[in-house]
């Protein structure tokens, strides 16, 4: 129906991803925030269920609205836009931390200098996602270890070689996570560590840091999409600062629909 209104067409719903989900806060803040958006609804599902009914409206150039992030090969597959967001509830350009617990560079020096120096590109990174979809993400990871001795040997420069001792690298379940945590995880394997990658929910991941049953983490996304869970266990954990800049939230749309920000939708 032409003449109907995108609201009525979405049923005045947002796709969301897993209720634990950064994101997935945020975004009911927004609906929350932006008037305009009163009776509309965010739809939680897994970041799976977000991704087919995308592709379900994309086949049938229906309109829909989903929870979207970058780095993801969502923006390579489809021809997909984010809706700008001018009270800027869902963050702008954001960074992706390590964080260590509290005694890490007492018990385990080297591996907090590895830690430390972790850092890498977005390209770096969507490159060991795309590989992964064709295979997993540790042969991915392993050929971008191989691939990139340059930058891993910055990391890995005068490092003394381990003896099998173990370290506890938390995760959450997003492929971008997964990517970034395989590398770590293969770069301190080779250091004659024993790695393990644990994926949960941001807050737990956050927990496991602070009460120091996890050694580490790549994962948080800050300063917004993981701010509630840092701003509780600050205190109880050790950021190391950025070891990647420039990812990004917000609410996507297929190209094709005639809207541009979060403020075009009508109640
Ligand atoms: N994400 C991807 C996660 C972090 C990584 C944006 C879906 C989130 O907590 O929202």
Redesign the pocket.
Known sequence: NESASIGEQVDYKIIG?EPG????GLSHDTLEQYENLEGWTLQESSTAGMIGTLEQAIRNEEPVIVTG?TPHWMFSAYDLKFLEDPKGVLGGAENINTVVRKDLEKDLPDVYTVLDRFHWEPEDMEQVMYDAQNGDFETAAAAWIENNDDKVSEWTKGIEQGNGEKVKLVS?P?D??IASSSVVKIVLDNLGYQVEVIPVD?AIMFQAIATGEGDATVAP?LPT??QAFYEKHKDDIVDLGENLEGTQ?GFVVPAYMDIDSIEDLEP
């Open positions: 991803i989900a950064g994101i997935t992030w959450v997003w971008s996570e941001p996304w999409t993981h939230n």
